[in-house]
């Protein structure tokens, strides 16, 4: 079987032809491969959430190019942002030919949040929670004896003074490969009155927090300069430009927060795709990038001593490849065989590689040409497309538009009547 994420020349084929290619790589069957053009029924949406009335569609593509811890990886991402995919795709070659991406991350820890009112003492009920953190995890895996046998387990208990009778104990359960909401949340309120009981106070919430901040990912990389040349620029000067980018990011947050969100184009496709909830990537995102009372980019970039920019990207990555909406949308399972990924961590090193390499993109684009550039070309190849131009026709229709400055539908017909002409 040919394996492998760079695959030249798949945008200039067509769809059926890219699954066939998908299927050849990674062993999709032909319901899977059914499954990527149509995940969900209407049945199986009916199930999922309430008052369903249909199904609303979103473009599913792959990035290529993508090497993590010398493993290539297909990434499936669902986004509806013109050049995304291919942003994140060709920085992926640029730091591919610097070796990939090396990742790393966390064990699965999920952690959930008892919240305790009326507490009197705050540093004795902080030594008896302590005192008592044995039983209590005893009891929370009780409450959810499944996960110890796939070797996870509450791991920890931990309790804060938030002052005037409020206090917080937090409950640390290894998801293994779930994302573990369910799991925590069933824990935290199988054990709060027992947990209200030895602190002392009146139990209020129990629900997990989001900043997941024991669930950390961290991926760098190290782009040789000279594959980062512009025709304009050598690859030295792009790179100092997207140092000085970086640097921009790591003392303004208005920039910080346009910055990450160039870094969540890469990682949402991917949580999206894969079922996962990425309104909690999100929010743990954020969160985390502010934890120092600043908000602060995810990813920085710098040159090292050999003159290659090196990148790295850190942040909290709750993410599951068993359980929830994974066990019910055919979408989302297919999308996961396409990532060909064994755990949840390495899902997350997957999320966060594709962020670092969309934020290099953009960063690249920005410090040369300019961001709108890119994406004309690419809005050009649509029209080229819409005009009729198939296979190579497309990039040359596309060409000749780009060129002309005039990326309409009637330019494109000319420019393919030309062509064929
Ligand atoms: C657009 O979707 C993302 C960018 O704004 C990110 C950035 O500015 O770094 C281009």
């Not at 305790?116 to 705050?122: I, M, N």
């Not at 040409?369 to 009729?388: C, D, F, K, P, Y």
Request: one cysteine or more; glycine letters at 10%.
């Amino acid at each position: 079987m040919e394996t492998g994420s760079r695959i030249s020349g798949f945008y200039q084929r067509t769809m059926e032809e890219r699954r066939g290619e998908l299927a050849r790589r990674t062993g999709l069957d032909a319901a899977e491969v059914a499954a990527l053009t149509g995940g969900l029924s209407q049945e199986i949406a009916d199930k999922m959430i309430e008052n369903v009335v249909g199904l609303y569609a979103l473009p599913l593509a792959v990035g290529l190019n993508v090497r993590i811890n010398d493993n290539d990886v297909i990434v499936p991402m669902v986004v509806e942002e013109p050049s995304v995919v291919a942003a994140m795709s060709n920085a992926a070659r640029m730091v591919r030919e610097g070796g990939g991406f090396r990742g790393e991350a966390d064990p699965p820890i999920t952690t959930a949040q008892i919240q305790l009112w009326d507490v009197k003492d705050g540093a004795a009920a902080k030594a008896k929670i302590t005192a008592s953190a044995e039983e209590l995890l005893a009891a929370a895996n009780a409450a959810f004896p499944d996960i110890v046998k796939f070797g996870g387990g509450a791991r920890e208990i931990e309790s804060f003074d938030r002052g005037e009778g409020l206090f917080v104990v937090h409950l640390h359960v290894d998801c293994r490969d779930a994302m573990g909401a369910n799991m925590v949340n069933t824990m935290a309120e199988s054990i709060s009155s027992r947990v209200a009981e030895i602190a002392g106070g009146r139990p209020g919430l129990r629900i997990l927090t989001n900043l997941a901040e024991r669930r950390c990912v961290r991926v760098r990389c190290a782009a040789p300069a000279e594959m980062l040349a512009t025709p304009e620029l050598s690859g030295a000067e792009v790179r100092d430009r997207i140092v000085e980018a970086s640097i921009f990011a790591e003392r303004d947050p208005y920039r910080a927060t346009t910055h990450n969100k160039g870094i969540m184009n890469g990682i949402d496709p991917v949580v999206i795709a894969t079922g996962n909830d990425w309104r909690a990537v999100e929010a743990g995102a954020h969160a985390y990038a502010a934890r120092s009372g600043v908000y602060r980019p995810l990813a920085t970039w710098r040159a090292n001593a050999s003159g290659a920019l090196e990148g790295k990207i850190e942040l909290p990555m709750a993410l599951g490849i068993v359980g929830g909406t994974i066990r019910v949308h055919p979408g989302a399972k297919a999308a996961l065989k396409l990532v060909g990924v064994k755990t949840a961590s390495e899902l997350a090193m997957v999320a966060a590689a594709a962020g670092l390499a969309s934020n290099l993109a953009a960063l690249r684009a920005l410090a040369t040409e300019g961001i709108q550039r890119g994406h004309m070309a690419l809005h050009a190849r649509s029209v080229a497309a819409t005009a009729g131009a198939v296979g190579a026709e497309v990039a040359a229709v596309a060409d000749v538009i780009v060129a002309a400055r005039s990326i309409t539908l009637e330019a494109a017909k000319d420019a393919l009547k030309k062509l064929r002409g």
